[in-house]
């Protein structure tokens, strides 16, 4: 099989104190992404897939599909060093172990146009983090990012709402307590939406220095924007893991990717920087903004010579340089700002002329002389630790500087803006080399072999920002379209008062909303909450409006509050409450306010649900009632103490007489209504007045004409027989 050689893939062992270790056991698994030409059309790129995979599989290679024109593909060390004609070799390098090829990767000849490169079988640390922690006694004037963001006049009342924010880390992490203490600090009453996304297997792990650039870059982009969304990715520090952590930010929609590690040029290898840089350009039609930090170390960016730091180098990364910030005694305006330069070789902003990239065609109209090459840095803001940014870490606050702030802060001026004009602004230097006036022109200081100018210089690029400069450039260049408005609620239905929160779903970032909820009741919020007291159902619009336009909706008879629902008053009543055993008895509900479910209890441990059941009482006793009546409103309960008395008088015994008379006094004539009371089952009743009258009837009526007092005598009669009642004087007639 012929061979290509993808030139620079094999570590040059002769960089620094590199020990070599051996060989890579055969068995050894090794990781790595493989990056496919882009413009291939979908037919070669699915021939090249199924290429690569028939390939791979002859070596034990296991592939898997990734990112579009990319492919993940896992196997032992053997079987790398057979496809891929490598020699995979172990090494160190200050404590740090990893793995590497001494030969360069080489590919089947009819992949020469298709493999762009493959990144993995180097796993040596690739970037630095380029932060600067304070030093106490330096200290002069430090911020809270808002404060730079009024200092640096960014658009007010924006907060970054539906922007997604990727942020670059390799190593560390973040404590979410840390970051939400530090919104306490700032007085952001609504906590930041954090994601930590794992790429290549790591992961968020705080517990090294890494974190304060991890914390560094998240507070800051958080405070700025506290209503976007902010995914962190943690990747491996490889080529690979760097890599792979971008790429994944691209294709997961995040429209800003901000980058605070790096390395000078002369670290990379050349094939890398072209897979990144193909990337970067990737990301600039996609409208991605990628910013990345200049470097900390001056003019050398800590190697030998003069350099600039990849990936900002790339023309398609925003480089984000640094400055010193002086303030009014008030911090109310800034009164100087120079390059930030306390050393020029380790305490200073990066910046210079690219060795490897060619001069963008954004920067033709640069004054400074760039003989052909790519200037770095683009833009700069606050770095210099001495006047740096107050961040939350470790339960405790620190004051950080380096160029890593600058990217975090500018994404998070690019969040708000892109919020403003509804879309994301993406590949920014065409327009910003066109109208420098938006950023402002750092003239003094130098950081190293360079110096700062009127203009464009490589210490500050165009300078540090007017936001609303930029904001009024973008906007004026690129009006958003009106919005379409739309909305939601939740309920929409129920009984009065109904509290109905209403959510904003307008596209194309409406500035201001005005609601009509349909009873003459109205809201400017932007996610109001409503209480419908009447019941009715109500028809509700929203108009959202930005500097472009209005727009209405109107959701016809869109929430319906209903008659307040109440709870239950519990009643109830029975055929009958007394009788001989066994008693049969029907109860009757008459609860109020519309029952829908019933528990009765006969006091016997026998329950219904039924609304008017019917019980028999098999045994004597004295029986307490109960009923439980309930709707959606809730329950009520009534009980009856022994309500149901059943007699244990057998059927074998006459009845028990009973009776009364009302009333049992009065003049004549007195009319006396008598009623019988008799227990047991009373066949015929024989009442003696004691005027000489009798009746038979049951419950009889009868008439006194003459005064006198009156012995009344009942006989109740059944088949078993009879009893007698009498009761003396009991009826007094007066004249
Ligand atoms: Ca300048």
């Known amino acids: 099989m012929f061979r290509y050689t993808l030139n620079g893939t094999h570590h040059d062992a002769t960089r620094g104190l590199v020990k070599s270790m051996g060989a890579v056991e055969k068995d050894h698994v090794i990781s790595t992404t493989w990056v496919l030409n882009p413009s291939l059309s979908q037919k070669d790129l699915d021939k090249t897939v199924a290429d690569i995979t028939k390939f ?122 840390d970051i939400n203490t530090y919104f306490t600090q700032l007085g952001i009453s609504t906590l930041p939406k954090i994601t930590s996304v794992s790429v290549d297997g790591a992961s968020n792990s705080p ?28 990747a491996p520090n490889s080529d690979r893991g760097f890599y792979d952590a971008i790429n994944t930010a691209i294709n997961q929609g995040c429209s800003i990717v901000s980058i605070s590690w790096g390395a000078p040029e002369t670290y990379w290898s050349t094939s890398s920087m072209s897979s990144y840089n193909s990337l970067f350009q990737s990301a600039s039609t996609k409208n991605v903004t990628i910013l990345a930090a200049a470097g900390d170390n001056g003019s050398s960016d800590g190697a030998v010579g003069n350099n600039v730091d990849f990936p900002s180098s790339s023309p398609y990364v ?186 904003d779903n307008s596209t194309n970032s409406p500035t201001s909303w005005s609601w009509n909820f349909g009873d003459n009741s109205t809201s400017n919020l932007r996610n109001p909450s409503h209480s419908y007291t009447n019941p009715g159902t109500y028809t509700v619009s929203l108009t959202a409006t930005n500097t472009t336009g209005s727009n209405t909706i109107t959701k016809n008879n869109y929430i319906t509050a209903t008659p307040q629902i109440l709870v239950p008053v519990a009643a109830f009543s029975s055929n009958q409450t007394t009788g001989q055993k066994p008693l049969t008895v029907t109860f009757i509900d008459q609860s109020t306010n519309n029952p829908t479910s019933w528990k009765w209890t006969f006091g016997n441990g026998t329950t219904s649900t039924l609304q008017n059941p019917t019980y028999k009482y098999i045994n004597s006793g004295n029986y307490t009632v109960s009923l439980r009546a309930t709707n959606s409103a809730g329950s009520n309960t009534i009980t009856k103490t022994n309500y149901i008395k059943v007699t244990s008088t057998s059927n074998h015994s006459p009845p028990i007489a009973a009776f009364i008379g009302v009333p049992v006094t009065g003049q004549r004539p007195l009319s006396v209504q008598f009623t019988d009371q008799s227990a047991g089952n009373v066949t015929s009743r024989t009442w003696n007045f004691g005027d000489s009258t009798i009746s038979h009837a049951s419950n009889p009526t009868h008439i006194y004409n003459r005064p006198g007092n009156y012995t009344v005598t009942l006989t109740a009669t059944n088949s078993y027989g009879s009893n007698k009642n009498t009761k003396s004087n009991y009826i007094k007639v007066t004249n």
């Open 207 to 234: 517990g090294d220095d890494a974190d304060y650039e991890v914390v560094l870059d998240t507070e800051i982009i958080a405070a700025i924007v506290p209503g976007a969304n902010i995914y962190v990715y943690f």
């Open 318 to 503: 925003l480089a984000c340089g640094g400055t010193k910030l002086v303030v009014a005694n008030d911090v109310s305006v800034i009164t100087q700002e120079t390059v930030w330069n306390n050393n020029s070789l380790s305490n200073a902003t990066g910046g210079g002329i690219s060795r490897v990239f060619a001069k963008p065609s954004y920067q033709n109209n640069v004054a400074y002389n760039l003989n052909g090459k790519r200037g770095v840095p683009d833009i700069s803001g606050d770095a210099d630790p001495n006047t740096g940014y107050k961040i939350y870490i470790r339960g405790r606050t620190v004051v950080i500087g380096g160029t890593s702030a600058v990217s975090p802060l500018w994404s998070g001026l690019l969040g708000r803006i892109n919020q403003s004009i509804g879309h994301s602004v993406g590949y920014l230097q065409p327009t910003l080399y066109n109208n420098p006036s938006v950023c402002k022109d750092i003239t003094q200081g130098n950081n190293g072999a360079f110096t700062a100018s009127t203009g464009w210089d490589p210490c500050t690029g165009n300078g540090s920002p007017n936001g609303q400069a930029l904001l009024n450039l973008l906007t004026s260049t690129n009006p958003p379209a009106a919005p379409v408005a739309a909305f939601t609620a939740s309920p929409t239905s129920g009984s009065a008062t109904l509290l109905v929160n209403f959510t």
């Open 56 to 177: 791979c599989q002859q070596h034990n290679l296991i592939v898997e599909p990734d990112h579009p024109y990319h492919l993940k593909v896992k196997g032992n060390a053997s079987g790398f060093n057979k496809a891929l004609m490598v020699n995979m070799q172990h090494f160190e390098k200050e404590n740090h172990k990893y793995h590497a090829t001494t030969t360069p990767i080489k590919i089947p000849t009819t992949w020469k146009d298709k493999v762009h490169n493959i990144l993995g079988l180097d796993t040596q640390k690739i970037a630095k983090p380029y932060f600067h922690l304070f030093k106490e006694k330096d200290i002069t004037t430090t911020f809270y990012p808002t404060k730079l963001a009024q200092l640096y006049n960014f658009p007010t009342n924006l907060d970054g709402t539906n922007q997604k924010i990727g942020i670059i880390e390799l190593g560390g992490g973040y404590n979410i307590s």
